[in-house]
């Protein structure tokens, strides 16, 4: 198995990005997110997954580790291959994806060519178990305050502030994240707690 590749970056593009080492060129699929980030002729590491079929033989990788952590749990969800799986790291980062799953947010997750609604409904089936809230390497302070809202049920105010984010446009996972990510959001009312929530919006 190869673990990862460091090299320069010599070609990318939406899917792809080839990197020199030692002479030989690795063609690496990956996310459009991880291509954006890549520099022509600048050292880059990409941790990798060695996808082999019958009929195909590719090479996956992605900047950070945690990106290729849910590359892997998405093909493991049914009806998800490796192309479905770049394509929803494409369309959502790791942590919009996270957001979006914990939240049922099936909407955000749709919009992902080759998912659909219920090829949305089943990812989030089969994921939303598989995620902790330490693999988004949240602060200690805003860990402990999410895990002690979902295992004690949402306050009214932070349900009625979602609901009221929702009701202007926002998707359930944005909604979520945003209220979520607010300080001692327990002890505000819904009125502080939606004008701090859309604050958090325009820094996320």
């Known amino acids: 198995m190869i673990a990862y590749i460091k090299g320069t ?13 030692r002479g030989v060129g ?13 520099r022509m ?9 060695l996808y082999v079929r019958e009929d195909m033989i590719a090479l996956y990788g992605f900047l950070s580790r945690e990106e290729l952590r849910i590359f892997r ?18 369309t ?6 996270y957001y979006a799953v914990i939240s049922e947010d099936t909407k955000s997750i749709a919009r992902t060519p080759g998912i659909g609604p219920k090829g949305a409904k089943r990812l989030i089936i ?4 598989k995620l902790d809230l330490s693999d988004l390497g949240l602060g200690e302070e805003e860990e402990e305050s999410i895990s002690t809202r979902e295992s004690a049920g949402e306050d009214s105010q932070i349900m009625d502030a979602m609901e009221a984010l929702i009701a202007l446009g926002y998707s359930n996972g944005e909604a979520y994240r945003a209220v979520h990510k607010v300080p001692g959001a327990k002890d505000m009312d819904t009125e502080t707690l ?11």
């Open 26 to 38: 690795y063609e690496i699929r990956t996310s459009s997110a991880t291509c954006s980030e890549v």
């Open 73 to 90: 749990l998405l093909l493991g969800v049914s009806g998800i291959g490796p192309r479905v799986a770049v394509s929803v790291l494409s």
């Open 126 to 129: 089969e994921l939303k178990d």
């Open 9 to 21: 970056a010599v070609y990318a593009d939406q899917e792809c990005i080839i990197v020199d080492n």
């Open 41 to 49: 002729g600048e050292e880059v590491t990409l941790y990798t997954y």
């Open 194 to 204: 939606l004008k701090e929530a859309l604050k958090k919006m325009m820094t996320l």
């Open 92 to 97: 959502l980062k790791v942590e919009d994806l």
